[in-house]
């Protein structure tokens, strides 16, 4: 934390940095600071988000595997239409943003929420895995709770800094000559790398909280791991790339589980 605190100081002068609660800490009680760039905005991620959304339903459309398996998107959409309500016990504007929920034909273990609530499932991972309806919330609980989180903007934040340096930094503001391609390297860093281990591990708390304020049973999320375990053997799936080790997760979200339990009592 203090590492990644220098590291916007000594660019403060180009953009400026500033340290920023994206949520509350709900009943699991995320509450770590973030620090964002004031000059990039959650707006202006949510924008390169939907565009980068808007080109990969393209071209799934394209190839004919967009939304083509008519029993799953309602089942998916309904799961999404249950826990969206919910995010206002972390962020209240969230329930207004301008979600999307869709389902691509292939057989990926893999699932998403881009910022700004743009949901995307794949297939593969609710046949593969035969995921209950739990199962899935927990999925898209933990998806949703990266774009609560803002965990794009801060993965830019911190690419600008880390992996691009001052001069992709100024080029991107407008004091250079590749400001395009700049902007093409915040997308591949912030949006569609994947997440750091303590933000996997945040979202795995926010989304079991709010799965359990959806009326979903907490314990699918040591189901859903489990399984996940076993996909995990030989080549891991994309989804679980950069996430802690099964194990250590499930251990982990057992510890959590009391504290949402009577949520999802209150929900049922």
Known sequence: MRNRFLVCLA????????????????????????????????TQVDQMAAESYQKILAEAKAQNVLNTKDAMVKRVRRIAGELIPTV????????D???EVNVITDEQLNASCMPGGKILFFSGIIERLDLTDAEIAQIMGHEIAHALREHGREAISRAYTT???TQVVGALFGLGQ?????ADMAVQYGLMLPNSRSNESEADLIGLELAARAGYDPNAAVSLWQKMAGASQGNPPA????????GGRIEKLKEA?????????AAR
């Not at 989804?239 to 099964?246: A, D």
């Open 178 to 182: 590749m400001s395009m391609q700049a």
């Open 88 to 95: 206002e016990a972390f962020r209240p504007d969230a329930r």
């Open 11 to 42: 660019v403060a002068g180009l953009v400026g940095c500033e340290s920023v609660q994206t949520t509350q800490g709900g009943a699991v009680g995320v509450d770590r600071d973030q620090y964002m760039f004031s000059s990039l905005s959650a």
């Open 97 to 99: 943003w301008n979600w």
């Open 239 to 246: 989804f679980l790339s950069t996430h802690p080790s099964p």
């Open 257 to 265: 589980i009391p504290r949402v339990m009577p949520l999802y009592e």
């Open 163 to 165: 992996q691009m340096g």
